[in-house]
């Protein structure tokens, strides 16, 4: 007759292990307090610039002051056509609004920029991110000057009128999440 010895010390190794682990006096309740999620609207001035990957992505500017008055909003454009700081650039950051001449209306929840060019093209990336950087951009300016502060981004809609060709209206959504 054969004998066969079993292994046991890995087992009771484990055993052990867990036994330990157990005994550390930390009595688990079933409930994580972390606090209020996050909610409410970002504060400040947002800009939309484009990255290396061809993405609008959007930097605090909360110094810098807007109304609903058209001359702050065309404030923006100029802001826009400064470009990135420094940093920003360095990190992949640039703008492409150049220099042109610009009218702005403004309604209800509403921006009308006539960008006296011809239509810009939406099957053309560089074309379709400089709306969304015109769009994101004065959209968000205009719902900061909602006094009321309820005013969402996406709660203005923004219409770019070139001098020919169609005049689409726009929310800053339909430029964000694809690349």
């Not at 209306?105 to 969304?132: F, K, Q, W, Y």
Request: with cysteine.
């Amino acid at each position: 007759m054969t004998r066969t010895r079993r292994r046991t010390r890995p087992a009771w190794t484990a055993l052990l292990a867990a036994a330990t682990l157990s005994a550390c006096g930390v009595q688990p309740t079933g409930v994580l307090d972390g606090g209020d999620p996050a909610g409410g609207l970002t504060k400040g001035l947002r800009l939309y610039f484009v990255s290396q990957s061809g993405r609008l992505e959007a930097v605090s500017r909360p110094d810098i002051p807007v109304s609903a008055d058209p001359d702050d909003l065309l404030g923006v454009l100029k802001y826009l056509m400064s470009g990135p700081t420094p940093a920003e650039r360095a990190s992949g950051l640039t703008t492409l609004l150049e220099s042109g001449t610009f009218e702005l209306s403004t309604g209800d929840r509403t921006v009308t920029l006539d960008i006296g060019a011809p239509a810009l093209d939406p099957a053309s990336l560089r074309d379709r991110n400089l709306t969304g950087q015109l769009v994101c951009s004065l959209a968000r300016a205009r719902a900061m000057a909602d006094p009321s502060g309820t005013t969402r981004t996406d709660d203005i809609r923004v219409t770019i009128r070139p001098w020919s060709g169609p005049a689409p209206t726009h929310i800053c959504s339909d430029f964000l999440g694809r690349g």
